[in-house]
């Protein structure tokens, strides 16, 4: 066709001045794919979100992000890019789905540089303990967002800043204050002013207590609830009443339950 090159050494076609990558061997291309793997994350420091509302939500932090690969007819992601003066890296369908965790991208997928953990505040905070599916972990933080509260990171569980959690999180990474605990998660939520508790799915209290501390919201593994050690350091254990013969929530509805609970105190508080 005229005015197309096809530059097979470089995996890239040519169209009114216009470059498109088409190899999935692109070194670009293949150094952002690596980023879906943990250790690559760690190592790199970086990793990769996938949609306009959350490419539009870290450019609004001010993050460095960049490469950023859309289609050719992604119309969205050129005024975005041409809005932050940004270049846009564009791609086949083809490419795109080897950088993308879906299955039918639509882009624009964009590697960004991890903004580091901020210092733990003095405010309601929900606590990840060992939270290993990127769905709940993704809608924890969303939800942690809409009710107020901080986020703290604790033992190990899913990477909040893999593709998935940030998919699930729709945004939400970005507009909480995210912190890391070490390994004595309960007592260093008790030395920044808070009141650590365990969600348990029974003997727990509920509604959860009142305390002249914020409360520090621990919510645990899927399968194996919080560290038994965790527990037992915690100031109180919170259980939420269910129906007979139902044995526990989704850890993300639970957590979710739990801070809608204390928000909806707080602003009857305030009034």
Partial sequence: MAGEQLSPEMGQLTTNDTQVI???????????????????RARSGKSLLEGAHLLDAALSQNLTIGPIFALPDDRQSADLCNEHELPLTLVTPAVLGRIAATVHPKGPVAVFEIPPFEELATR????????????????????????????????????????????????????????????????????????????????????PPRSQRPAAIIVGNEAHGVDPQITAAAVQTVTIPLAPDVESLNASVAGSLVMYELAWRRNEDSK
């Fill in 22 to 40: 088409t190899s999935t061997h692109n070194s670009g291309v293949a150094a952002a794919a690596k980023l879906h793997k943990t250790r690559e």
């Fill in 124 to 207: 309601e905070t929900l606590v990840l303990a060992g939270v290993a599916d990127p769905g709940n972990a993704g809608a924890l933080i969303r939800s942690a967002a809409a009710f107020g509260f901080q986020v703290a990171v604790a033992l190990n569980g899913v990477d909040i800043w893999s593709p998935r959690v940030l998919r699930a999180g729709a945004g939400a990474h970005f507009l909480v204050r995210l912190a890391d605990l070490g390994d004595d998660p309960v007592s260093e939520l008790t030395e920044a002013g808070l009141s650590p508790q365990v969600t348990v799915s029974a003997g727990g209290s509920w509604p």
